[in-house]
């Protein structure tokens, strides 16, 4: 076991998929020489040479086109997105190419890459830094969205998406880089995609999540244990397609479901999971289901106040968890 | 002046912690806003730490080399301005606020009756009367959490109406049968002291597994002793010296040395009391009272005897108070005074046991194989059979016995 940051189990994921399968490789702004602004690649230029850590232009449309391309040729690569804001120019290619190929072809051809992109706010990074924009590819059949809240679950995911067949959104919380540490095993291992994961096991409440607010959920639930309030949490993992039976099953749990999530509240992933359990739950539920999210204004403020307002946090996640409780 | 905390600042995206590598001021240093007073290294920058306010370094708490996270405490600074109180002013108004709310949202039962399909569900699968349910969610609406408890609580109760249909008609029998009232009869509302009794005597009957036990004791000579000095007594000190008086004071004396009848069912133990205080039965035309004896065992039988008749008075003129009528730890009762011989009393509950005086009277006795008029009475016990057996009782009823059969003018002093 080795004690890792989250975005050292990245570069260690990438890595270790590079050494095992040679067309593994790696394209994005900066990610050669600099190692990435957020030092995801850091090392991986020395070692696996220019012509598998590939320095592209500014043109994030390039990145994912040319790795589509490659991707069909048999290549299995890594884009990296420098910030999940700027995937927006690439969005043509990934939802009208990449996600349709497959069926177009009548499956003659598929897709296999990875795109990472880091995401989320709350480091004052303002409007071009901050984004959720994973609802944006929530309903595009043969696309998947995997957004891993732990160390252990980001490198699993991520070989587990570099090994796809198809294509992979993969976004990391920037905030969670050098917040979130764990112990990582040596040996390889692998995460499936598609299947939600309990993070906690309570009776009381039910909180299903994803990415950093996984954190501020189990941080809320600690503080309320005192207070005999037992929150159970699902970490969603992949957000779509949504591991419908995982959801399902806790939702019934305890018939009082609070979703979060630090996107936009309407149109958000967590809108798609309430209809999910409003389906399948009716008679199972004990209150409404409640969500917490960001308020719907355009952009994350840079103001520090305002960008406090429009973050999920510890405290906001516990009073909504406490309300529920208390319903 | 007020002490601020300087805290380590967010210096990047992605960035958690720092570490402070130089610090560029000294405890004792004045400084402005905005002065560089740290050099912190982090992974992805080299940065200056500016101070929040002016004032002077006070207390330096991170040392050089140490790692914070962004928002940990770095160093204390004095500043000209009290700043902090205000802050903590408004703060103080806003929790006000918040507690007033929560005050108001308790005691609200506006969602007592709004069900959610949960409990719905779970209320008709399992027969149950959601009136009859108490809820702990908010305006006190049943919680699936509330009904599952009920659920498990009363599992038991839900099998045998399934599988027995006696059942039913048995829990209704429960319920308080109502005769017809025809023509000429007189309906009397069950209210106040009626009412307590009647719950009492069938908390005690349906709670305590009774056992009852009576000796038969020659009181002859206590009989002679006590019609001797009656009248005498009666002049001196203004009231009556009754047997009663007596028998209070060799029950007393018995539970002295018996403790166990001075006892007590709580659940998992029983509380064997120090204090013996006789509780004794006194009626008036509607109604029965217990007034209590305190501390007989430590009163002479003229002092048993003035308590029993302030007692009586107290309740014919019901005058009782509740303090008089508190902590009692075993009962005795005059049954005699009706000319009752045999009686099985019910326990005043939660004591252990009640003791039925019943009537002295004069019957045949065989003594040394003659004939005698010897003044009888019996003396009936009623028991709580899970705090005692029929060993000590018989042994406390044999020593009552045994102080009465030796009361006599030699013996005993009223006084």
């Known amino acids: ?327 | 002046m007020a002490r601020e905390k300087i805290t380590m600042p967010q210096l990047g995206e992605s960035v958690t912690e720092g570490t402070v590598s130089t610090w560029l001021v000294a405890v004792g240093d004045k400084v402005n806003k905005y002065d560089p007073i740290a050099e912190v290294l982090t992974d992805k920058v080299n940065a200056e730490v500016p101070s929040s306010f002016s004032g002077i370094i006070q207390e330096l708490i991170a040392a050089e080399g140490d790692t914070i996270a962004v928002g940990g405490l770095m160093c204390y600074i004095e500043t000209e301005k009290d700043v902090q109180d205000e802050e903590t002013a408004a703060n103080d108004e806003n929790d006000k606020d918040l507690v007033s709310v929560d005050n108001t949202a308790k005691e609200n039962q506006s969602m007592k009756q709004r069900y959610s399909p949960a409990v719905l569900r779970l209320a008709q699968e399992n027969n149950i009367d959601l009136l009859t349910v108490s809820g702990t969610g908010r305006g006190g609406r049943i919680t699936r959490k509330d009904i599952e408890k009920v659920i498990n609580a009363g599992t038991i109760d839900t099998l045998k109406s399934e599988t027995i249909d006696v059942a039913p008609t048995m829990s209704k029998q429960r319920e308080t049968f109502i005769p017809d009232v025809n023509h000429g009869d007189i309906e009397i509302p069950v209210q106040g002291v009626r009412k307590a009794i009647a719950q009492n005597m069938v908390r005690s009957k349906q709670e305590i597994p009774h056992a009852w036990m009576t000796v038969e004791v020659d009181v002859t000579d206590l009989v002679t002793y006590r019609n001797k000095i009656k009248h005498s007594f009666k002049q001196q000190e203004g009231f009556n010296l009754t047997f009663f008086a007596f028998f209070v004071k060799a029950v007393a004396q018995g539970l002295k040395e018996y403790p166990q009848l001075n006892s007590q069912w709580a659940g998992d133990k029983i509380i064997q009391k120090k204090d013996i205080n006789l509780s004794i039965a006194v009626a008036n035309d509607q109604e029965l009272f217990v007034p209590v004896i305190k501390n007989a065992d430590e009163k002479s039988i003229k002092g048993i005897a003035k308590d029993i008749v302030e007692l009586a008075n107290k309740a014919r003129t019901r005058t009782l108070k509740s303090d008089d009528m508190k902590d009692g730890t075993f009962t005795v009762n005059n049954t005699g005074s009706f000319g009752s011989i045999h009686s099985m009393g019910v326990i005043n509950y939660p004591q252990a046991a009640i003791l039925q005086v019943e009537s002295i009277v004069k019957r045949p006795v065989i003594i040394n194989d003659m004939f005698a008029a010897r003044d009888m009475v019996n003396l009936s016990l009623s028991l709580d059979h899970r705090i005692l057996d029929g060993l000590v009782c018989g042994r406390f009823l044999a020593r009552v016995k045994e102080i009465l059969e030796n009361m006599n003018e030699t013996t005993t002093n009223v006084y």
């Open chain 1, 1 to 327: 076991m080795t004690v890792m940051s989250y975005i050292q189990a990245i570069t260690a994921a990438l890595r270790e998929e590079m050494i095992r399968d040679e067309k593994v490789f790696i394209l994005g702004e900066d990610v050669g020489v600099k190692g990435g602004v957020f030092r995801a690649t850091d090392g991986l230029y020395e070692e696996f040479g220019e012509e598998r850590v590939l320095d592209t232009p500014l043109a994030e449309s390039a990145i994912a086109g040319v790795g589509i391309g490659a991707a069909m040729y048999g290549l299995r690569p890594v884009a990296e997105m420098q910030f999940a804001d700027f995937i927006l120019p690439a969005v043509n290619q990934i939802i009208s190419e990449a996600a349709k190929i497959r069926y177009r072809s009548n499956n003659d051809w598929n897709v296999p890459i990875t795109i990472r992109a880091p995401y989320g706010g709350g480091v004052h990074g303002a409007l071009y830094h901050s984004q959720s924009l994973e609802s944006i590819f929530a309903n595009q059949p043969g696309l998947k969205i995997v957004m891993p809240s732990t160390p252990y679950d980001a490198k699993g995911l991520l070989k587990a998406a570099i090994r796809d067949n198809d294509p992979v959104l993969f976004f990391e919380h920037k905030r969670a880089y050098r917040l979130l540490k764990a112990d990582i095993p040596e040996e390889d291992y692998v995460i499936p995609i598609g299947k939600a994961d309990i993070k906690r096991e309570g009776s009381d409440i039910t909180i299903i999540t994803y990415g950093l607010c996984i954190h501020f959920a189990l941080q809320a639930a600690e503080k309320l244990a005192e207070e005999g309030i037992d929150a159970h949490i699902l970490d969603l993992r992949t957000v779509y397609p949504l591991d419908q039976e995982a959801i399902i099953t806790a939702a019934k749990k305890t018939g009082k479901v609070l979703l979060i999530t630090e996107d936009n509240k309407e149109g958000s992933i967590i809108g798609e999971v309430a209809a999910i359990i409003a389906e399948n739950c009716l008679f199972d539920l004990d209150a409404p289901i409640m969500r917490l999210a960001g308020p719907d204004v355009p952009a994350m403020p840079y103001s520090p106040p305002m960008e406090k307002y429009f973050m999920v946090n510890p405290d906001k996640v516990e009073k909504a968890m406490r309300e529920l409780a208390e319903f």
